[in-house]
């Protein structure tokens, strides 16, 4: 099998590469490789987690997405990278678990033109002890999935416990007070209460649910100007979720949480401390910076390796001021966008861009749960930026996933799709409770 394009990693950046591509040039020309079925926008990750997003309505699935954009879908992990021959290796996929194993697809190889690596990020743990055997990142659907089910088992057996011991609940600690760890713990608080009416009468949610964030930093949302991160600590306390900065965390067990003297009960931990580049691509020959991402030139090219190319997080591009790009949906989003450009004009005999890749920052939003947002837009001038909140900013939010939606799916079905939530939401519980 050889298609010209090869786009690993289906995600925020990958994705939207390959329906624009697929769009124009076709499944010859064009493939996707993904290691999962389906694609989730990464940014709702919380929401899941929380339980108010169902990962099996809000997923696509690639194969479809594959026929209705004009792209090849393979399914399975890249393992392995033979530059000199211009192939890639493709692992192969198991059903089962691991006691039960059994190999549904096997190992492939596909050669590529031109490569382009979009495979995201994994959870950076900064070596503190612990971390990675007892918290739940959400860096993939499957985290986000464990944690909604871990939820529900300490809630049921909360709730029995009630009866007997008055102080029964759920101690969460999430670990990490930027835009990921913020979003979820107000998703979760909302979440709770709905947890409560419905199923868990015996709890409290505010009293009983015991929510705490940590940041390592003197305030939360440390990238994000003051105004935002003031309203959104007044609006976390509101909820009555406890948030501690200035705090380093040392170790993590199976229950209790140290962060310098003080140590915290819990029962459920959530890294979003950190993000890195997977560590495989470590072993793929490409240049990588410190962060372990791959090193690129201003056209998102992997310099000395003609054909390859890497975008999103895991991408290490500097702009013009030297600042690296932010791990960021927008910045993917972008990229894709600069990288679909470029390829036209290869695809059309053009020259190719002259002016590099330049990251514009439109501003952060950040959603409490699901009525209120706010956040900070950029203006064109450089360093301005205006604080938002209320319905503007609920609508700018919800606006960005129905732009991802537009870009993979068009205009009329992402109109269908949202019309087609709206209502499902009003006749279906406001969290998943099986
Ligand atoms: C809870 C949460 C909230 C966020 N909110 C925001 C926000 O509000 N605004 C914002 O700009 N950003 C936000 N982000 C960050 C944003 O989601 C990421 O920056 C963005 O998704 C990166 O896009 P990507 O295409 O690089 O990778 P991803 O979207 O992570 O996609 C990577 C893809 O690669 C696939 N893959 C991985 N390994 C392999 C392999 N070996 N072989 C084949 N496929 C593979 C994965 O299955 C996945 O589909 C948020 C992130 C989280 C977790």
């Not at 070596?127 to 990142?137: D, F, K």
Request: with cysteine; net charge neutral; charged share 20%.
């Amino acid at each position: 099998m050889h298609s010209k394009i090869v786009i690993v990693g289906g995600g925020a950046g990958g994705l939207e590469l390959a329906c624009k591509l697929g769009r124009k040039l076709g499944p010859q020309a064009v493939t996707l490789v993904d290691s999962r079925q389906f694609h989730i926008w990464k940014p709702s990750l919380h929401e899941v987690a929380a339980g108010t997003l169902d990962v099996h309505q809000e997923g696509l699935s690639y194969p479809m997405l594959a026929h209705d954009n004009g792209f090849t879908f393979v399914y399975g992990p890249m393992q392995a990278l033979d530059e000199a021959g211009r192939r890639l290796t493709i692992g192969p996929i198991y059903s089962g678990d691991s006691g039960q194993r059994e190999q549904v697809l096997p190992e492939r190889r596909i050669g590529y033109d031109a490569l382009v690596l979009a495979v995201g990020s994994v959870s950076n743990y900064f070596g503190v002890p612990g971390a990675a055997e007892h918290t739940i990142s959400l860096n993939a659907t499957e985290d986000a999935e464990r944690f909604r089910l871990t939820l529900l088992k300490l809630l049921t057996q909360a709730e029995l416990r009630k009866s007997t011991r008055p102080e029964a609940g759920v101690d969460i600690v999430i670990i990490g007070g930027g835009a990921t760890g913020v979003e979820l713990a107000a998703e979760l608080r909302e979440a709770s209460g709905v947890y409560a009416a419905y199923d868990f009468h015996r709890l409290d949610a505010e009293r009983d649910v015991r929510i705490t964030l940590l940041e390592g930093a003197p305030r939360i949302l440390a990238p994000l100007p003051d105004k935002v991160a003031a309203a959104a600590l007044d609006l976390l306390r509101e909820r009555a979720v406890t948030v501690v900065t200035d705090t380093r965390v040392t170790a993590i067990t199976a229950d209790s949480v140290t962060a310098g003297d003080v140590v915290y009960p819990a029962q459920l931990v959530v890294w979003a401390a950190g993000i890195k580049a997977p560590p495989w691509l470590a072993q793929l020959g490409l240049p990588v910076a410190k962060s372990g991402q791959i090193e690129v030139d201003g056209h998102l090219a992997v310099p000395g390796h003609p054909g390859i190319h890497a975008l999103g997080d895991c991408a290490a591009c500097a702009g013009p001021d030297g600042k690296p790009v932010p791990p960021r949906a927008q910045a993917a989003h972008q990229q894709a966008d600069y990288l679909f450009q470029a390829f036209m004009r290869q695809h059309q005999g053009r020259a190719p861009q002259a002016h590099p890749y330049v990251y514009r920052d439109y501003g952060s939003l950040v959603s409490f749960g699901q009525t209120t947002t706010v956040g900070s837009l950029m203006g064109s001038l450089k360093g301005l930026s205006w604080f938002v909140d209320g319905l503007v900013a609920r609508l700018m939010y919800v606006s960005l996933h129905l732009m991802h939606h537009r870009a993979v799916l068009g205009t009329v079905r992402t109109g269908v799709l949202a019309l087609a939530r709206f209502l499902i939401k009003r006749s279906t519980p406001l969290v998943k409770l099986h």
